[in-house]
């Protein structure tokens, strides 16, 4: 397996919980997991995460709803609107419903649509597909 050279580690209240959204609702991977330390490293078509249940190891301090206040994880797919349904008819509610935007690089226009949900924890998650 090849590793990114940045790959986001979330901690989280209930693995299982969070393994069953990411895994079942959203579609991703369960690369491998090391259940004595309630461990899961996950991916998306190319996308890596590590799921690790709170238990006080890298706390720098008091974790309180919603987690990862400030961030949210960008996450490039090809099936925006199946995945958007798919977390809809699970019960989940659309942090930000659909829409288009257009992100400049240099000289070049990326046009985009994108959702944003969040995650049990509250993790902001950004679902974005491009518009060809």
Same mark, same amino acid.
């Given at each position: 397996m090849k590793f990114n050279l940045l790959i986001p580690e979330l901690s989280v209240k209930n693995l299982d919980v969070s393994k069953k959204f990411y895994l079942e609702i959203l579609g991703f991977t369960l690369e491998y997991e090391r259940? *004595?330390? +309630? !461990?899961? !490293? /996950?991916?998306y078509d190319g996308a890596q995460i590590m799921l690790e249940q709170i238990n006080g +190891?890298?706390?720098?301090? &008091? =974790?309180?709803y919603p987690f990862g206040r400030g961030v949210n994880f960008q996450i490039k797919t &090809?099936? #925006?609107?199946?995945?958007? *349904?798919? /977390? /809809?008819? +699970?019960g989940y509610q659309l942090f930000k419903n659909v829409y288009e935007a257009s992100y400049r690089e240099c000289d070049i226009v990326h046009k985009v649509k *994108? !959702? #944003?949900?969040?995650?049990?924890?509250?993790? =902001? =998650?950004r679902f974005s597909q491009m518009i060809r």
């Open positions: 259940v *004595e330390d +309630n !461990f899961a !490293f /996950i991916s +190891n890298w706390v720098t301090g &008091d =974790l309180a &090809d099936y #925006l609107d199946v995945l958007r *349904e798919k /977390i /809809i008819m +699970n *994108e !959702f #944003l949900v969040q995650d049990p924890d509250g993790y =902001l =998650l």
